[in-house]
């Protein structure tokens, strides 16, 4: 398999064990959405080698939620790269170490003892509100209920690109359907938070698990929340 492989327009995705982080190129340099599972630094690196870029290149970070899967390798990029980093208020305590988190359930829970929790990290821009632009190009979506935090991202290219983080998740026969609820916060409110990215428009899907999806996917999204309102 390709370390990473371009789902379209200059926007990539590295899986890293069961998760995928996602890296865009960007005429101000790379900016990655979640950093995949701790201990794969190297692995990022190499991606971005694929891309001819160095860790230099990373500009920013941005974080769909706190759980360990996807900010594994955040500190050490932050530190390495200088970019930087954005996660929304209401999960940035864990992320900068000053809480605990959830303790992890069933696959995280024996990831967590093989591979360690995440680094705690610093924090640059808190990602407050149902909306915002952290950076050009990029919608900041509020969708609570993987975890009270958690941000999905629309970019404003080729139709519009969707991050949906662990909102939901790309099924292998094209359709979508919510992200792990095994370790979500609320899954009820979760889902509403999949039924709200709906009333969007986007041409492509990517995920925190599962497959990409293309192809006017904001359709796979309201046919979800059509069957589930």
Excluded: C, W
Aim: no cysteine; glycine share 12%; charged share 20%.
């Amino acid at each position: 398999m390709a370390p990473v492989r371009e789902v379209v327009d200059g926007v990539f995705e590295l899986s890293l064990g069961f998760v995928n982080m996602h890296l865009v190129v960007t005429d101000d340099g790379v900016v990655l959405v979640d950093t995949g599972l701790p201990r794969n630094a190297k692995r990022i690196d190499r991606a971005l080698a694929g891309l001819r870029k160095q860790i230099g290149d990373v500009t920013a970070v941005l974080l769909t939620h706190h759980h360990f899967d996807h900010v594994g390798n955040v500190a050490d990029v932050r530190r390495r790269s200088g970019a930087r980093v954005f996660a929304h208020a209401a999960d940035a305590a864990i992320i900068t170490g000053g809480i605990t988190g959830p303790e992890p359930k069933g696959l995280a829970k024996l990831a967590t003892r093989l591979i360690g929790r995440a680094e705690p990290t610093k924090l640059d821009q808190l990602i407050t509100g149902e909306q915002s632009e952290p950076l050009a190009g990029f919608t900041a979506l509020h969708t609570p209920g993987h975890t009270r935090g958690h941000v999905s991202f629309l970019l404003d290219r080729a139709g519009g690109i969707l991050f949906a983080g662990d909102t939901a998740s790309g099924t292998k026969d094209g359709k979508v359907t919510l992200g792990p609820t095994q370790v979500s916060a609320d899954p009820a409110e979760q889902g509403r938070s999949l039924a709200k990215l709906a009333t969007f428009d986007f041409d492509h899907a990517v995920f925190g698990h599962g497959k990409a999806v293309s192809g006017h996917a904001v359709e796979r999204f309201r046919e979800y929340a059509a069957d589930h309102g």
